[in-house]
């Protein structure tokens, strides 16, 4: 593949996929620049290690695995949990365009989640995702997904709701 074609490669990935890369890392990292900062070091990553996808699923799969790897990093070397009120983040993204209120008490237990857990709540369900595919995209075992649901759903009990899931956002 020449640099043209590259090029071109690049700027379709980034228009197909940054808007639903960009809601899955400010939930985690609960800042516009630094969200920001991520995806651009993700699309960078894409860009230099020319990855051969089966699919559009795999590639899909890889950029979201690669984004919630490059928030765990920015997380463990900068030490720092912005704390944005989820008002605010929904102002900055229309993640909440079209919730009801229950849906959107729901998204803000998620907010709170600790990133394990939030990490598998996201992918599960609010992208759709089965156990399998979560397990696959986060590198870890169907049972991991399972037991991290599971005490997603505790600790969300624990604050006084319980927790079935049911957040539908757009899809990629």
Same mark, same amino acid.
């Given at each position: 593949?020449?640099? #043209? #074609?590259?090029?071109?490669?690049?700027?379709?990935?980034?228009?197909?996929?940054?808007?639903?890369?960009?809601?899955?890392?400010?939930?985690?990292?609960?800042?516009?620049?630094?969200?920001?900062? $991520?995806?651009?070091?993700?699309?960078?990553?894409?860009?230099?290690?020319?990855?051969?996808?089966?699919? #559009?699923?795999?590639?899909?799969? /890889?950029?979201?695995?690669?984004?919630?790897?490059?928030?765990?990093?920015?997380?463990?070397?900068?030490?720092?949990?912005?704390?944005?009120?989820?008002?605010? $983040?929904?102002?900055?993204?229309?993640?909440?365009?079209?919730?009801? $209120? #229950?849906?959107?008490?729901?998204?803000?237990?998620? /907010?709170?989640?600790?990133?394990?857990?939030?990490?598998?709540?996201?992918?599960?369900?609010?992208?759709?995702?089965? $156990?399998?595919?979560?397990?696959?995209?986060?590198?870890?075992?169907?049972?991991?997904?399972?037991?991290?649901?599971?005490?997603?759903?505790?600790?969300?009990?624990?604050?006084?709701?319980?927790?079935?899931?049911?957040?539908?956002?757009?899809?990629?």
């Amino acid at each position: 593949m020449n640099q #043209e #074609e590259r090029n071109k490669d690049l700027e379709q990935v980034i228009e197909k996929y940054s808007n639903a890369l960009y809601k899955i890392c400010f939930m985690i990292l609960k800042n516009e620049q630094d969200t920001n900062d $991520v995806l651009q070091e993700t699309f960078i990553t894409y860009m230099t290690k020319k990855p051969d996808f089966k699919s #559009e699923e795999h590639k899909k799969a /890889w950029l979201i695995k690669v984004s919630q790897n490059k928030c765990k990093e920015f997380l463990r070397f900068h030490k720092k949990h912005a704390g944005v009120p989820l008002e605010e $983040v929904e102002e900055r993204f229309e993640i909440t365009n079209g919730m009801n $209120v #229950e849906d959107r008490e729901k998204l803000r237990l998620i /907010w709170n989640l600790n990133y394990k857990l939030k990490s598998v709540v996201i992918l599960y369900y609010i992208e759709g995702y089965s $156990v399998k595919e979560t397990a696959e995209i986060l590198r870890i075992s169907e049972g991991a997904v399972k037991k991290r649901l599971q005490r997603a759903r505790e600790s969300l009990a624990h604050l006084g709701k319980a927790f079935e899931g049911g957040i539908v956002c757009e899809q990629l």
